[in-house]
């Protein structure tokens, strides 16, 4: 099992680009989530799926878009993006509502 | 909504024990998770707390106060490894998905 993969690692976009960020787990976990993590502030929840082709607003979903249209990918699409973007992500599934959540090894986004 | 506090670092000598605390206050409440995260990795998991009272696991153990809005992590014989960030995080009760809210970490230092 390779549990969460998560790529890319690293990515510096420039403001205005647009990119997706690709989660994908093989561990046939119904939920998934994305969170972003930045100093001081914890991790802070974007989107997150109860299966596939159910999807829900996190705390901070502005900027971001989500689909998941396998219940394995769960990809992270930025639209247009900002200096505040600027965080490391982190996606991460559990195979119940109340069962740990498992991460993966997330990716480091800069924003020029 | 709900606030979550720890502190933000905590030093502690190696062999010693370290007793981290977070409080929360919650509008509804279904669990209380504690990730261990070490610098530039993902988030792992330690404990899940949902009834009051003590949970062991080995040289980590969790407490929980419904009553109060309190948990703490207890890590007893140090190691140089236990170096990391500890995530308190509470899952509500009133959303379908039980979305988790972490606190922004506590860092432990564990000196020679």
């Known amino acids: 099992n390779a549990g969460v993969t998560q790529t890319p690692k690293f990515q510096v976009l420039k403001t205005g680009q647009s990119m997706t960020l690709q989660c994908a787990q093989d561990m046939n976990h119904e939920y998934m989530s994305w969170y972003r993590q930045d100093p001081g502030m914890g991790l802070r929840l974007i989107h997150y799926s109860v299966g596939a082709g159910i999807t829900d607003q996190g705390e901070v979903p502005n900027g971001y878009n989500v689909s998941r249209s396998t219940t394995e990918d769960f990809p992270l699409r930025l639209l247009s993006a900002a200096p505040s973007q600027t965080s490391v992500y982190f996606c991460?599934?559990?195979?119940?509502?109340?069962?740990?959540?498992?991460f993966g090894p997330g990716t480091r986004l800069t924003v020029l | 909504g709900q606030n979550i506090d720890q502190p933000t670092e905590m030093t502690a000598t190696e062999g010693a024990i370290v007793q981290i605390n977070c409080t929360y206050q919650t509008s509804g409440f279904n669990g209380l998770f504690w990730y261990q995260q070490h610098a530039g990795e993902a988030p792992t998991f330690l404990s899940y707390n949902v009834l009051d009272g003590l949970e062991e696991k080995g040289r980590f153990s969790s407490f929980l106060s419904r009553s109060k809005g309190y948990s703490y992590l207890l890590l007893k014989e140090l190691q140089m490894k236990d170096s990391a960030s500890y995530l308190c995080?509470?899952?509500?009760?009133?959303?379908?998905?039980?979305?988790?809210?972490f606190g922004a970490g506590t860092q432990v230092v564990v000196t020679p």
């Open positions: 991460a599934s559990s195979r119940g509502r109340a069962d740990e959540q498992f």
């Open positions: 995080a509470v899952r509500e009760t009133t959303d379908s998905w039980g979305k988790l809210q």
